[in-house]
């Protein structure tokens, strides 16, 4: 099992570009989710995906931010027209299932930088 | 509104001691509490999960304890090498949905 993978592991862009974020959870695993740690900050939930269907996006800023989880293919986050602000590291986390409220495994992150 | 606290914020330590780090949360009425460890530049690694029926659980050398009533975590790290330097983060879940709220963290230093 390869675990949770993401990429790119790095990711540069310039201000008002768009930043595409992937994420392959585990196998067997149906719930995504979407964490962001800003500078100094620690981390903050974005949205949580199962496969097609967006449950909760409570964390996830309203505008030029979206995420989705397609029948096939990875789990995509995506931030239109970056700003300096949206600089961080993009986790991604997987579970095989929310009963019981499982653990979470973790990717190793997208750390975006924003010029 | 569930809130999460990590304390210390920083520990350093010499080689060989033991050590306690604290976590606490504001809503007792969680599922479970997981702790986790980050290495710089890197993704997060679970350490512990404790149910919320449960009172403590041990992996090697670390033991994490659950205290619901007084909205408290710790995890004792016996024995610490410079192999354990990270940071550490507890978390709980929100709701039944399983996003987590992250504490801040302690960034732990061993010195050799």
């Known amino acids: 099992n390869a675990g949770v993978m993401q990429n790119p592991r790095h990711l540069v862009r310039r201000r008002g570009q768009e930043a595409r974020l992937r994420c392959s959870p585990m196998k067997g695993h149906s719930h995504v989710y979407w964490y962001r740690q800003l500078p100094e900050e620690g981390l903050k939930f974005m949205v949580y995906?199962?496969?097609?269907?967006?449950?909760?996006e409570s964390g996830m800023p309203k505008e030029r931010f979206s995420a989705e989880f397609p029948k096939e293919g990875p789990s995509i986050l995506r931030i239109q027209q970056v700003v300096r602000g949206d600089s961080a590291a993009y986790f991604c986390?997987?579970?095989?299932?929310?009963?019981?409220?499982?653990?979470?495994?973790f990717g190793p992150g997208t750390r975006l930088l924003v010029l | 509104k569930q809130e999460v606290t990590q304390i210390p914020a920083a520990l350093s330590v010499p080689e060989g001691e033991n050590l306690v780090l604290n976590c606490s949360f504001t809503d007792s009425a969680i599922y479970n509490l997981q702790w986790f460890r980050q290495d710089p530049g890197k993704g997060l690694t679970s350490l512990l999960l404790i149910q919320s029926s449960q009172r403590e659980q041990t992996s090697g050398r670390l033991n994490a304890s659950l205290d619901k009533s007084s909205g408290r975590s710790t995890l004792y790290i016996a024995a610490s090498q410079p192999g354990d330097s990270a940071t550490y983060l507890c978390?709980?879940?929100?709701?039944?949905?399983?996003?987590?709220?992250f504490g801040q963290g302690t960034t732990l230093q061993v010195k050799p």
């Open positions: 995906l199962q496969k097609e269907n967006i449950i909760d």
């Open positions: 978390a709980v879940p929100r709701s039944n949905t399983g996003k987590l709220i």
């Open positions: 986390a997987s579970s095989q299932s929310v009963q019981g409220v499982e653990t979470q495994y």
